[in-house]
């Protein structure tokens, strides 16, 4: 079966200083992989999306970058955090083909101080 | 406009049944989703139809789909307190290439 696994689950941080959130997947192969912002009363915002090893697609500007070493490794990563950087990250995944329903991690709650 | 909308808040008793209701406006969707979020947690797929379907029961919870008007809701029947939660609608179309595309969530709180 399938597993999607994201951590840390919580993180303080402060403005200035570096992020690195990751995100991994087991189970599957070629998987799409997604990093979406949950702001509060805000729903999901989708930052960045990955059909492949080294792929990344950006659907928001921000401070924010995606790196994908690995087939099944999305990192989410910052070089210097912002206050508006905080709120809650969830990492997905989809098949390619099929129903392709999106499976989600558990989150990373950030807040930058 | 959103291509997903739905209310952010429904608020019900305990034993009654809950009706969260979502538009869309892409009629090109093959599938259409319901997630929901307990606090703190990630999302989980609560269930899915088919564009094809007009209703999907699994236990205390039916999926409607209206194609026409582009509106699908979910019922949940005899809602209990463990209900309480974010309910996120969800539609795409079928391969992963295509980006699934979410409403904002409607916070359902139960009361005793």
């Known amino acids: 079966s399938q597993t999607i696994h994201q951590w840390p689950a919580t993180l303080v941080q402060p403005v200035g200083s570096p992020l690195s959130l990751e995100c991994t997947v087991e189970?599957?192969?070629?998987?799409?992989l997604y990093w979406y912002r949950q702001a509060a009363g805000r729903g999901l915002q989708l930052l960045f999306y990955?059909?492949?090893?080294?792929?990344i697609s950006s659907e928001v500007p921000q401070n924010l970058s995606a790196s994908r070493p690995q087939d099944r490794q999305f990192i989410l990563s910052s070089k210097k955090l912002l206050l508006s950087d905080s709120g809650f990250y969830l990492c997905?995944?989809?098949?390619?083909?099929?129903?392709?329903?999106?499976?989600f991690g558990q989150g990373t709650r950030l807040t930058v101080v | 406009g959103e291509d997903v909308e739905q209310s952010l808040f429904l608020s019900v008793r305990e034993g009654d049944s809950s009706v969260i209701n979502c538009t869309y406006t892409d009629s090109s969707s093959t599938y259409l989703y319901w997630y929901k979020q307990e606090p703190g947690a990630g999302l989980q797929l609560l269930t899915y139809i088919f564009s094809n379907m007009d209703m999907k029961q699994d236990q205390r919870l039916t999926v409607l789909l209206n194609k026409k008007d582009k509106h699908l809701s979910l019922r949940i029947a005899d809602t209990q307190t463990g209900d309480s939660a974010i309910y996120f609608c969800?539609?795409?179309?079928?391969?992963?290439?295509?980006?699934?595309?979410f409403g904002r969530g409607t916070s359902l709180i139960v009361h005793p």
């Open positions: 969800a539609e795409s179309m079928a391969g992963g290439s295509y980006i699934p595309t």
């Open positions: 997905a995944w989809r098949k390619t083909r099929g129903l392709s329903e999106a499976f």
């Open positions: 990955s059909v492949g090893i080294g792929q």
């Open positions: 189970g599957t192969s070629n998987p799409n």
